[in-house]
């Protein structure tokens, strides 16, 4: 399984953008790119998934260069509620099914 | 169900103690996973079950953890003669399929604390 490294903590206040690069330089072919987010005493929800390019949802952004060995999560003016961790991965879609989790980057959003 | 619901979301044992941990995932989903998160780190793979079969327990860190799914659904975890080691969150997580892109959508988790 390809291994991710991601910055342990960034800080940003309210209303600004933030983007979390996640590098994966030796993903595989097969390899989706999945963003996970955790709250304290909660499990991991699902954010955003891509291959390649960009792709966007209701919640985030995910730009995915042509090389596909780093990712970059963007959220939008971000607010206190996005106070989370936030764990970059990478997997195939048809091989071993157990997700691996790095130590994730702690995003703190102060007012 | 709404979402995967797990049981109990505290639990306490002596040393030695054996314990059960619930899982109740979403209604459909064929895949289901067990996690072990200790405080501070990401979530650690244990098990895979698709429908009742065990595929891979490969993270499971003793023998003394077992995993069963019996009917396909509802999955029990259960741990003997607990140590202060096995202190963690233990999160279960299903999908909806065994292929295509992986996403598994997680419980909140039972807390259990060795004493």
Not at chain 1, 92 to 99: E, F, V
Not at chain 2, 56 to 72: M, V
Request: charged share 20%.
């Amino acid at each position: 399984l390809a291994k991710t490294t991601q910055p342990i903590s960034m800080d940003s206040y309210e209303g600004q953008e933030v983007n979390i690069t996640c590098s994966h330089n030796n993903i595989a072919t097969n390899d989706y790119i999945t963003w996970y987010q955790q709250f304290p005493s909660q499990g991991p929800r699902f954010i955003i998934q891509g291959y390649k390019t960009k792709v966007t949802n209701e919640v985030a952004s995910l730009f995915i260069p042509a090389d596909r060995k780093s990712s970059t999560l963007s959220l939008p003016r971000v607010s206190l509620s996005d106070t989370a961790v936030y764990y970059c991965l990478v997997g195939d879609g048809a091989g071993r099914r157990a997700l691996t989790f790095g130590s994730g980057t702690r995003l703190q959003v102060q007012p | 169900g709404a979402g995967v619901s797990q049981s109990p979301r505290y639990k306490v044992a002596k040393r030695g103690q054996d314990v059960a941990l619930r899982c109740d995932p979403i209604s459909g989903h064929v895949s289901l996973f067990w996690y072990q998160q200790a405080l501070g780190q990401g979530p650690e793979f244990l098990t895979y079950f698709q429908n009742e079969a065990q595929l891979d327990k490969s993270g499971l860190p003793s023998d003394r953890f077992f995993a069963e799914r019996p009917e396909g659904s509802v999955s029990t975890l259960k741990i003997q003669r607990t140590q202060q080691e096995d202190s963690a969150v233990y999160l279960c997580a299903s999908s909806l399929e065994p292929s295509g892109k992986n996403i598994q959508y997680f419980g909140a988790g039972t807390r259990l604390s060795v004493l």
